[in-house]
């Protein structure tokens, strides 16, 4: 009998790592999704995880509890720091979480040495994004050297993969692929001061892109709103 392939794939509720997740089910993996309650100010991003993680078949879904309130230096985890309407100005926004890729990454590949993993999925993206650093793909390709030079299992000789499908594709063909591989995008929260209901502000940079997204894959966008939305 053949032993299924597992796979851990970080969701944060949004449609990029609800795309991913479609993506690792289409290529055959056992899904074991993991989220993370770091403070953020948009929490309804933790119950759309679960929402897509269900809806997507994962065979387990854990939420790993982490205060990042502590060290703060976000507008995501420090309510003193106003959430920007969507800027084209250049530089790394105040919406970045230090080092938050880094820590959700190595949290994953320790489950995924648990597992018996060989491949992590996170859905970063250096197309249509805020400019953070910890979505370029030099930086993908530092960790997964380090996780094999790390754990156990990559001092055995099994090769650990970071998968990051999306990392070159635009917001519009993200969801695109995503509606091939039936994701339902209602479930999924963009929005950075999502309200408890999941409903979005409209001004943010997360929702522009998502916004943009949608339109320029000629498709109506889900997204319920608690503000005015942008033009």
């Not at 070159?168 to 692929?177: F, W």
Request: proline fraction near 4%; charged fraction near 25%.
């Amino acid at each position: 009998m053949t032993t299924p392939k597992r796979a851990v794939i970080l969701v944060s509720g949004g449609l990029d790592s609800a795309t991913v997740l479609a993506m690792a089910r289409g290529e055959g993996y056992d899904c074991y999704t993991l989220a993370f309650d770091y403070g953020q100010r948009h929490r309804a991003e933790l119950l759309a995880a679960e929402r897509v993680s269900k809806a997507l078949c994962a065979v387990e879904h854990k939420v790993i509890p982490l205060d990042l309130t502590a060290i703060g230096g976000s507008a995501l985890t420090d309510n003193s720091i106003a959430v920007p309407d969507h800027s084209e100005e250049a530089g790394i926004p105040v919406t970045y979480v230090p080092a938050r890729n880094t820590v959700f990454l190595s949290i994953g590949l320790g489950w995924a040495e648990v597992l018996g993993a060989d491949d992590i999925f996170i859905g970063v993206n250096a197309v249509d994004y805020s400019g953070y650093p910890d979505c370029r793909p030099d930086f993908i390709e530092a960790f997964e050297r380090m996780a094999n030079l790390a754990t156990k299992a990559g001092s055995e000789g099994h090769s650990l993969r970071i998968r990051t499908p999306l990392i070159d594709l635009s917001k519009g063909e993200i969801i695109r692929r995503g509606m091939a591989l039936g994701v339902d995008y209602a479930l999924t929260v963009s929005c950075y001061q999502a309200d408890a209901d999941g409903r979005a502000c409209g001004k943010c940079d997360s929702c522009y892109l998502r916004r943009e997204g949608f339109a320029a894959a000629g498709l109506d966008d889900p997204t319920r709103y608690w503000g005015s939305v942008a033009e």
